[in-house]
């Protein structure tokens, strides 16, 4: 069985430009999660769907940020303008379950922005 | 609010010897606790996870940890170091019934010496 996996691994843009992160979830998943790590601090939850529903999405941080799953099968997030400040590792996950007990995690998608 | 700290970012012990990770947890309800890792250029791994069951849990590759309410503590220990056991190991915490979010620790990258 496929893990989750995300594209591209490793994005470097400058700083006004747009990017989008995708993530593949586990094949019938139906809860998706998006978290990120930055400057090896913390990971930081960002938003949960179940199937296309944003479930919570209180760990967005600010209206650049659009997340969307189109048809509850992958997921994207788009940094629109990308700041500074956003570079880091996006992190997605996937779970059959809403326990939160049994998210399965992609490699990531490490960002840098210049 | 939940919260997670992990004493020392970076962890070097010798091949053969105990590994000890430090966690400390704050919840305002009893918790369910985690242990990830992260192996270089992978995604997190769960290594186990306490959900109010037996206080002693055991995780793959030898790892096992133990939940102590009156010391707010879910630390992880392995009796002997192998070099493969060399990654980051992230400490986490998620409140039964919130479904989604969990909070992680800053990581501790965890070295091995030969």
């Known amino acids: 069985e496929a893990g989750v996996t995300q594209f591209p691994s490793h994005s470097v843009i400058e700083k006004g430009q747009t990017v989008t992160l995708r993530c593949d979830p586990i094949?019938?998943?139906?809860?998706l999660y998006w978290y990120r790590r930055v400057m090896g601090k913390e990971i930081k939850f960002l938003l949960h769907?179940?199937?296309?529903?944003?479930?919570?999405e209180s760990g967005m941080p600010n209206n650049r940020f659009l997340a969307e799953r189109t048809g509850g099968t992958y997921s994207t997030l788009k940094v629109q303008p990308a700041e500074l400040e956003d570079s880091g590792v996006y992190f997605c996950?996937?779970?059959?379950?809403?326990?939160?007990?049994?998210?399965?995690f992609g490699p990531g998608t490490r960002l840098t922005v210049t | 609010a939940q919260s997670v700290t992990q004493l020392g970012s970076h962890v070097s012990v010798s091949e053969g010897a105990l590994v000890l990770l430090r966690c400390n947890y704050s919840?305002?309800?009893?918790?369910?606790l985690f242990w990830y890792v992260q192996y270089p250029n992978q995604g997190l791994q769960l290594l186990l996870k306490y959900t109010s069951a037996a206080t002693l849990v055991k995780g793959i590759n030898g790892f096992e940890a133990e939940f102590k309410k009156s010391e707010t503590s879910f630390h992880l220990t392995k009796p002997s170091a192998h070099m493969s056991d060399a990654a980051e190991y992230f400490c986490a915490v998620s409140e039964p019934g919130s479904a989604s979010k969990i909070i992680f620790g800053s990581g501790t990258r965890l070295s091995i010496r030969p």
């Open positions: 094949s019938g998943h139906d809860n």
């Open positions: 919840s305002s309800v009893p918790p369910y």
């Open positions: 769907f179940v199937k296309e529903s944003k479930q919570d």
């Open positions: 996950a996937s779970s059959p379950t809403q326990t939160g007990l049994e998210q399965y």
